[in-house]
C-alpha cells in the first residue's frame, strides 16, 4: 500500500528537498551558509509578498508566534485576540504567558471573526497595543479576510499580528500591501517542507514598538535575528540542513510563482468542495479557505473509525477533528507539494471506504464532480 | 576534493541518519510517530545517565539553554555564573534577559573554573538559586569538572544546571550519579546529527522548584512537555524528521556503548595532544576536554590563513577562534562520528599545510606520535 499523507501539516515534500536532506552536513558559519540563507531570505520576502526582512528561526510555528508577542508587546499591555478555533486559542495561550490584557473578538467554531466586530473591538478599546489574527484556522478550515482587518489596524497605533503558519502560500497573503505588522509562518506547510523552521516578518511600524519595548527573551530577541541578518547570518547555531533544503522548496515556489500558487491552491480547493457537495456531505467550514478542505462527519457515521479504515485500506492519511470537534470533522490539505490530482484520489478513496461502511453514496459523483469543477479552470 | 568537517559542531552524520532525513515526511501525531518518541527519549536517558525524563524540544541548544532559566528561575533571583569563555557568557546573555541577579565566577580563556572558587562563591551567597556551568566550553577546549560542582551544590538549596551541548557524549557526564539538576545538549555534537533539536533533563529537585516559579514562556514551558511526554508525544508540532533520524543516530550510541563512547572519544583526545605536542605545537586548554582539541596558533603562523588554506587545498575544516580568540587558536572536534583514523588525517592535513607555509616541522612528527599514544590504548 502506498502511503499518502494529507494532514494539514506536515505536509508532502518534493523529492529534490528530500535528497537535500541526505546530504553531508556542512558548517554554518561558512559562506556557503551565508550564501544560502540569504537567497531562503529573498525568496521568503517573495512569499511573504514584503519588502521588509523575513527573519528564519530554528523552532515550530508556536515559537514564532512567542516571538511576535515576547518582541511587541509589553506585560500588561492591551491585545484583541480574533479566534475562531485552535489556533486563535493558540495565541491566547502565548499572550496569557505573556501577561498581556486580552479582549477576544470571538467566531464560533466553523464561522470567521468578521471585520465589523473587531472594528468595533478597536474602537471600543483604543489602547490596544496589537491585534492577533489567524489567517487559516486549521482546526476549522476558515479563512480570515486580512486584507480587511489591515485596513482596520492601520488606521490605530496598534500592529496587526497574523499566524499565517498553514495558509502563507496557500492562499493569497499580502504582507505589505495589507498592513500585516507581524506575520509568522512555518515550513512544513504550503512551503513544502519537514518541520522545525518558522519564518517571522516585522513591518516599519513593528519594528518602532519592538525597538520601544523591553525584550522578555534570549533566543525569540528579533533584534538579534535583525543584527544578524545584515550579514547574512543567523544569532544561534540554526537547522542549517533544514535551511539548505527549504532553499530547495522555494526555488519551486518561485518557478510556480506565488499567484499561480494562490490559484492553484483556490482552483482545488473549489473543485474539492464541488466534489464534497455530490457527496452528500457538508463543508464545514462558512468561510472556507484554500489550504484545506473540512468536512463535517455526516449523521450516523463514525468519523474517526472512517479516518482509520481510510489510512488501513488505502494509504490515505487524513487529520480527524482536535478537541471537541474530534470525530466531528475530517481535514483534508491540499497544501503544497499536493496537486488536484492527489485531492482527486483521496475523494475517491473517501467515496470508496463511505460505500464500504454502508453510507449511501453513488460511487464516482464526488470524483465527477471534482473534475467538472475543476476542469471549469480557474 | 573531499570535504571533512571537524568543526566543534555541526559535526558529520552517519549515513543511516543521512538516509531517514530523505524519507517521506509522516504525521507527527501517529502512533508511529509517538513510538518513535517514545524510543528516542529511552535512548536519551541512557546518553544523559539518568532516570528522569528528557524532553525533545525544536530549537537550538540556546533554546535549551533559555528553556531551564526560564522555568526555574523567578525574576530578581541569584544565579551564580561560572564562565571560562564564549559558552559561559551564553548563560550570562539569557541570565540578563529574564532579570536574574548574577554572581560571577569566572576563569581566564584556557583555564577552568575551579570546584573551591565554587564553594567559595556558594558560601558567600547562600541565598543562591541556581548555579550555571559549562560541560566543555567549546571556545577553548576546557572541560569542567562537573562531578566536583554537583558534590558541592547538592548539599545547597540550589540546582545546578549545566550546558552540556557540546559535551555530552563526548566525555564522562553522569547526571543522576553527580547530581545534575538541568542538563541541556543538542543534536549537532556529539549526538551525530544535523543542529535542530535540543533536550533537557530536569531532577526531581529541579521539578520541586519549577513547580514553584511562575513560568515566562509558553514555547519553552517544562511543564507542557511533561504533561505531552507522559503520552509520548509533544507540545507543538516537532521537527518531527529530525526525531527519527535521531533515533538512528542513538541506535549508534547504544551499540557502542555509552562508556565505551566517552573511552572512546577520551582515547583520541588524548592521541590527538600528544600529535599537537610532537609538532611543536600546544594545546591551548589547561584542563582539555575530550569533545575537541584547541591549538595555540604558534607565533609567526597566521592562524585564520592556515585554516583557510587546510580547507581550500585538502578540504579539512576546523573552526577558528570565537571573538578576541579569533586568529589565535584552531578547534579540531573529535566528537560523534568522527574516528581515530579521521583525526589522524586532520592532524597530517595540518602538518602539510604548516610546512608549506614554512612552519618547521617534520612531516610525520604528528601523525607518528598520534599513532604511538593512541596505540598505547585506553
Known amino acids: 500500500m502506498k502511503p499518502r499523507l494529507f494532514t494539514p501539516g506536515p505536509t508532502p515534500v518534493p523529492e529534490e528537498t528530500l535528497l537535500e536532506l541526505a546530504k553531508p552536513v556542512t558548517y554554518h558559519r561558512?559562506?556557503?551558509?551565508?550564501?544560502?540563507?540569504?537567497?531562503?531570505?529573498?525568496?521568503?520576502?517573495?512569499?511573504?509578498?514584503?519588502?521588509?526582512?523575513?527573519?528564519?528561526l530554528t523552532c515550530s510555528g508556536t515559537g514564532g508566534m512567542e516571538a511576535t508577542v515576547c518582541n511587541a508587546l509589553a506585560p500588561g499591555e492591551k491585545a484583541i485576540l480574533c479566534t475562531a478555533g485552535r489556533w486563535g486559542e493558540r495565541w491566547r495561550g502565548i499572550l496569557k504567558a505573556f501577561g498581556?490584557?486580552?479582549?477576544?473578538?470571538?467566531?464560533?467554531?466553523?464561522?470567521?471573526?468578521?471585520?465589523?466586530?473587531?472594528?468595533?473591538?478597536?474602537?471600543?478599546?483604543?489602547?490596544?497595543a496589537a491585534v492577533f489574527a489567524t489567517l487559516s484556522e486549521t482546526s476549522t478550515g476558515v479563512?480570515?479576510?486580512?486584507?480587511?482587518f489591515g485596513k482596520i489596524v492601520a488606521n490605530t497605533p496598534a500592529l496587526l499580528a497574523v499566524d499565517g503558519i498553514s495558509g502563507l502560500g496557500a492562499m493569497e497573503c499580502r504582507t505589505d500591501a495589507w498592513g500585516l505588522d507581524l506575520v509568522v509562518t512555518g515550513s512544513q506547510k504550503a512551503l513544502m517542507m519537514p518541520p522545525g523552521l518558522a519564518f517571522v516578518s516585522a513591518s516599519a511600524k513593528a519594528w518602532a514598538k519592538i525597538d520601544a519595548t523591553p525584550i522578555r527573551s534570549f533566543y525569540f530577541d528579533l533584534r538579534r535575528y535583525r543584527k544578524s541578518l545584515l550579514e547574512s547570518d543567523t544569532p544561534f547555531t540554526p537547522a542549517n540542513t533544514l535551511i539548505k533544503a527549504q532553499r530547495a522548496s522555494?526555488?519551486?515556489?518561485?518557478?510556480?510563482?506565488?499567484?499561480?500558487?494562490?490559484?492553484?491552491?483556490?482552483?482545488?480547493?473549489?473543485?474539492?468542495?464541488a466534489g464534497v457537495g455530490a457527496m452528500g456531505l457538508t463543508v464545514f467550514a462558512e468561510r472556507p479557505n484554500s489550504a484545506l478542505t473540512v468536512i463535517t462527519v455526516p449523521a450516523g457515521?463514525?468519523?474517526?473509525?472512517?479516518?482509520?479504515?481510510?489510512?488501513?485500506?488505502?494509504g490515505y492519511k487524513l487529520a480527524d477533528g482536535q478537541d471537541t470537534l474530534k470525530g466531528h470533522i475530517w481535514r483534508l490539505s491540499h497544501m503544497g507539494y499536493t496537486d488536484a490530482f492527489d485531492v482527486l484520489g483521496a475523494l475517491a478513496a473517501l467515496e470508496l471506504v463511505l460505500i464500504e461502511s454502508g453510507f449511501k453514496?453513488?460511487?464516482?459523483a464526488g470524483v465527477a464532480a471534482f473534475q467538472k469543477a475543476y476542469a471549469a479552470g480557474a
Open 361 to 364: 453514496l453513488d460511487a464516482g
Open 143 to 148: 479563512g480570515h479576510d486580512l486584507e480587511a
Open 301 to 314: 457515521v463514525d468519523g474517526s473509525a472512517t479516518l482509520k479504515a481510510l489510512e488501513k485500506k488505502y
Open 250 to 273: 522555494l526555488k519551486r515556489v518561485r518557478a510556480e510563482g506565488i499567484e499561480n500558487l494562490w490559484a492553484r491552491h483556490a482552483r482545488v480547493a473549489r473543485a474539492c468542495r
Open 30 to 56: 561558512a559562506a556557503e551558509a551565508k550564501a544560502i540563507l540569504a537567497e531562503v531570505s529573498e525568496d521568503l520576502k517573495y512569499v511573504f509578498q514584503t519588502a521588509q526582512p523575513v527573519y528564519t
Open 100 to 128: 498581556a490584557q486580552i479582549v477576544t473578538v470571538e467566531a464560533p467554531y466553523g464561522k470567521a471573526v468578521t471585520p465589523d466586530v473587531l472594528h468595533a473591538a478597536l474602537a471600543a478599546h483604543p489602547d490596544t
